[in-house]
């Protein structure tokens, strides 16, 4: 006799992504499919010494049980990060996460009852599809122009919504940035709701140029949630990210918290909290900023020879561009021909919560050097070109 | 306007073990509160090493996101372990999750639906009541005596029960271990139903003679979910433990966890697997429970001395002893004497789900060496003499 499980788990499915990284880990393959950050990058010597530095000096103390809250240095880091970019946060505001993708669940823990419905940007991150899909809730996908979420379309559906869902900067999958006037219209839209914005903000510290803009909450803060992480400026594999919230609703997100999993990986808060304090990590950042604007600027560049016929966007940060192809050129077509050619992507029909994005794909730049992306993108030209033959 | 929270949370409270380890956290405090393994056996210097060597050999790659199943080699150790044990799983019957707290929400999340009914040991471990709770389950505590659940009382409401949820091995927080006469007993019954076992074991391998007692899983294969850590025995500021489960709940069960935080901590369980293949750990692992069986009778011999009206369980292994005042003492008024005098402990009654339990308490023996154990019982002999005045 089977075991009867849970409702909520009917619609869930594999993340497509992490199937096709799958796929995509053969050692011959170019992978332009994950979100990760470089090996290069990755401070790997600092860790080490951080960790030898921390365990001398602090023992086992770095090794027990944290706070559910987490480590107070780095919650007070992250209301210093906010405050300085223009939001007065409380370091009491800000929890320490497993990844910011814990922050979904704790989310719609704190929010969601079967049927609500959550606002999402169309196409928009498929992991917070995936999570917020195990509360039951309707989605509701509003298209993105190139200033962010189509005013039009949001505007007929936003009374009765619980959560708008958006990444701001740099989003995931698109690379498309809100412009000012699109964060304000958005924000007073919300003013006269009662919409809790989640604002996700995985890559702000990626900016091409440096600048920070002020996150959407410094216009809302009494009703939005910002999420962050560590994983895409340091180091994906210690798990660490931050929920920052209206102190309404700090002490459900805790209990919420604790009931998870009691509190995140200790000994990586300390590590993280001591790179971050480092002297070098301004000119670390500066590197990491560096490497990924040359490295995007050689995709663009490469798409153009090699791929003429796609559209590609043109961010200011973040990981991804995102390609738009012909509109009876199917990307699934087109993974199938690269994956022999050698090269890997994820295909963008995976994004849209509702459908569509057939012909649109999204091409990570953090992951290969200027040299690497130039040999795959050729790949990816041949693959379209045989496929064209077809 | 405030914002509206889901119905989930309206029960929800802040951990109370965890406000009292607050309280307990005075430097001049002895603290018999929390489940902490002691600061002196945590093998610090041995971790410290294992990273150094670890990220000397496999660099950025230690640093990346794991996949979502966990490091292949803590899942076939883990695999390995219950083999020994005489239950056959295999390593893909094992995910790697942030500490065995976790596994509650992934079984809540694949298993309940709001309102299904959870049986459960009373008193029970305090954080699985907070977990299961999140997903509005119907609690129905079954009383223990001295072998385990008792038979008589479990009988009359498994049927249509949709979990029971155990903890055989010298159980959180009585310290009891059930006979094996019982085991049979409980998987017997539940061989006839539906229900699905939850066979919750942190603490095994801290046997005081270091026998292992076959998991209850032996004997109910394909309807039992057994959950094991990391913490116990080696740091729980790694945050990493384990779900076995039946094969056919594996794919749910890890599209939960990819939902939930993609994956679990990369270089903690690269540090494990390696602290577990040292040539030392067996030794390693004799020390823990020498120590631990010490201090054990340590207390039981100092409870014995300073509070003669309490009865003691005898415990084989684990964390804590469990002591039964005379029925009219409150142990809550205790503790507020006990804090006076500088020893802490937790109430026994947080731990039953629906009330009782008020002469109760739980001590825990793993923190403190048996001289602060003699200091501390003392102490708390003197805070129940002195409550005996009023």
């Not at 594999?14 to 096709?20: A, D, G, K, N, P």
């Not at 939005?224 to 997100?253: D, H, N, V």
């Not at 900023?289 to 560049?301: E, F, L, P, S, V």
């Amino acid at each position: 006799m089977s075991i009867q499980t849970a409702r909520r788990m009917n619609q869930a499915r594999r993340s497509f992504v992490r199937e096709i990284l799958k796929a995509a880990a053969k050692s011959e393959v170019i992978s332009f499919a994950g979100g990760l950050p470089s090996n290069d990058l990755i401070p790997v010597a600092q860790v080490a010494n951080a960790v030898q530095e921390i365990l001398a000096t602090e023992g086992a103390k770095a090794l027990q049980y944290c706070t559910a809250e987490g480590h107070p240095a780095l919650r007070q880091w992250v209301a210093d990060q906010y405050r300085a970019a223009g939001l007065s946060v409380s370091p009491d505001q800000v929890l320490i996460i497993s990844g910011s993708q814990q922050g979904f669940d704790l989310i719609g823990k704190v929010l969601l009852e079967p049927g609500d419905a959550i606002i999402v940007e169309d196409p928009t991150y498929i992991a917070a599809l995936q999570s917020f899909g195990l509360f039951e809730p309707s989605m509701l996908a509003v298209p993105m122009d190139q200033e962010g979420i189509q005013m039009d379309s949001l505007r007929p559906v936003i009374h009765g919504a619980k959560l708008l869902y958006t990444m701001p900067s740099f989003q995931n999958p698109t690379g498309i940035s809100y412009s000012a006037a699109r964060r304000a219209e958005v924000t007073n839209l919300l003013r006269d709701t009662s919409v809790v914005l989640v604002e996700d903000d995985p890559y702000s510290l990626l900016s091409f140029d440096g600048r920070t803009i002020p996150p959407m909450a410094s216009q809302l803060p009494d009703r939005t949630i910002l999420l962050g992480t560590f994983s895409k400026f340091l180091a994906p594999g210690l798990r660490l990210g931050w929920i920052c919230a209206p102190m309404e609703l700090m002490e459900k997100l805790t209990i919420a918290k604790q009931a998870l999993d009691l509190c995140s990986e200790n000994l990586g808060q300390w590590v993280i909290h001591r790179l971050l304090s480092s002297p070098d990590f301004s000119s670390y950042l500066q590197t990491v900023r560096a490497t990924y604007a040359r490295n995007c600027r050689a995709m663009r560049a490469a798409v153009k020879r090699h791929l003429p016929d796609a559209q590609c966007t043109d961010p200011a940060g973040g990981m991804f561009v995102w390609l738009t192809l012909p509109p009876d050129v199917s990307a699934l077509d087109l993974f199938h021909t690269a994956i022999e050619k050698g090269v890997a992507f994820v295909p963008g029909q995976a994004f849209f919560a509702n459908g569509g994005g057939e012909n649109t794909l999204r091409l990570n730049f953090t992951r290969c050097g200027p040299e690497t992306i130039e040999d795959g993108i050729a790949r990816l030209g041949a693959a379209y070109r045989s496929l064209a033959c077809y």
